[in-house]
T-cell receptor, first 114, second 116 residues
């Protein structure tokens, strides 16, 4: 049973560029959340997707957007990259019926913005 | 707004000994969930233990147990019989009871070193 998978594992971009990160949830899960973990910090909630809609959003600018596909996989898009966007981006999945009481995390995508 | 504070950036423990990691939080809600997650060098966040605030009994999972003090808003993690594989970053997290929320609020983490 595959867990949460994220791609790519590492990514290097320059300021002003756009990036797309991908996430496949654990088998049987239908809800995906994205978190940003800056160096030396805990993860911060970006947003959550269920039934292909953004259901909840953290304190992140509109440059951060996402999408969920019918197979429950998800993408995180960041436009106009800033140096401060350099971080580990974690995807977490859950079954909506569990109501967020248990999240399964992937190993993340390490984004470096130069 | 809720906050989570981990005041110990780094802790060390001798193999087979016991260590306690501290976490305090601030909230005006009466019911909520608290978690401890482990993040090894592989970067994947792994759930260690979960506590529902309405339960007075402290949660335990094998060698891991918590000391949940609701009035003091304290949620510490005790690791007994520490093993080399326990070395990792440990994050305390809070989740509101609001239905449908997947927003966890994490602390800044404690790096645990296990000495052979």
């Amino acid at each position: 049973d595959a867990g949460v998978t994220q791609s790519p594992t590492h990514l290097i971009k320059t300021r002003g560029q756009q990036v797309t990160l991908r996430c496949s949830p654990k088998s049987g899960h239908d809800t995906v959340s994205w978190y940003q973990q800056a160096l030396g910090q805990g993860p911060q909630f970006i947003f959550q997707y269920y039934e292909e809609e953004e259901r909840q959003r953290g304190n992140f600018p509109d440059r951060f957007s996402g999408h969920q596909f019918p197979n429950y996989s998800s993408e995180l898009n960041v436009n106009a990259l800033l140096l401060g966007d350099s971080a580990l981006y974690l995807c977490a999945s859950s079954l909506y019926g569990l109501d967020g009481r248990k999240l399964f995390f992937g190993s993340g995508t390490q984004l470096s913005v130069l | 707004a809720q906050t989570v504070t981990q005041s110990q950036p780094e802790m060390s423990v001798q193999e087979a000994e016991t260590v306690t990691l501290s976490c305090t939080y601030d909230t005006s809600e009466s019911d909520y969930y608290l978690f401890w997650y482990k993040q090894p060098p592989s970067r994947q966040m792994i759930l260690v233990i979960r506590q529902e605030a309405y339960k007075q009994q402290n949660a335990t999972e094998n060698r891991f147990s918590v000391n949940f003090q609701k009035a003091a808003k304290s949620f510490s993690l005790k690791i007994s019989d520490s093993q080399l594989g326990d070395a990792a970053m440990y994050f305390c997290a809070y989740r509101s009871p609001t239905s449908g929320t997947y927003k966890y609020i994490f602390g800044t983490g404690t790096r645990l070193k296990v000495l052979a």
